[in-house]
């Protein structure tokens, strides 16, 4: 894994983590209100994650909060969402989508694959959008984005 971002962000996207703001991984679509970066691996530069803390210690949290007037606070059942609200409402930082194109051997369809992984790469391999319908996962996703092998980028 660590390899796949690296290639990402440094090959790929040529990044300057000390200068510039990036919040990627995978990407959900699912809430309408945002896109959001989805699982145990949220990748931010060096300096959106320093701006991040800032936010963060300077933020006043009570028990009794509305998202859009402290977005940086968190509550049971919001999953991930509020970091990406936090990020977008108090430092202009968009989720980005860690994807790459890939062109299907046996043909010659040009497929969207995920650079992060939300579960085990044998999980992943086996989601199927046309069987499993638009649960969560693909809910609002560009039809683009691969599924079976060609879910997932390689480098």
Request: hydrophobic letters at 35%; charged letters at 20%.
């Amino acid at each position: 894994f660590p390899e796949n971002i690296l290639h990402y962000v440094h090959f790929l996207k040529h990044w300057n983590g000390r200068t510039e703001h990036h919040y990627t991984g995978h990407v959900d679509f699912h809430l309408r209100q945002l896109s959001f970066v989805s699982g145990a691996t949220q990748i931010m530069s060096h300096y959106t994650f320093h701006q991040f803390a800032r936010v963060l210690r300077e933020t006043n949290y009570n028990s009794n909060h509305d998202h859009n007037e402290k977005p940086c606070a968190d509550a049971a059942g919001l999953a991930d969402f509020p970091t990406a609200l936090c990020l977008h409402k108090k430092l202009n930082v968009p989720a980005e989508i860690a994807r790459t194109n890939i062109t299907i051997k046996t043909t010659t369809t040009t497929r969207e694959a995920e650079y992060v992984m939300l579960m085990a790469p044998n999980d992943m391999v086996t989601f199927n959008r046309t069987e499993q319908g638009e649960w969560w996962y693909w809910k609002n996703k560009p039809k683009s984005v691969g599924d079976f092998e060609q879910c997932c980028a390689y480098t």
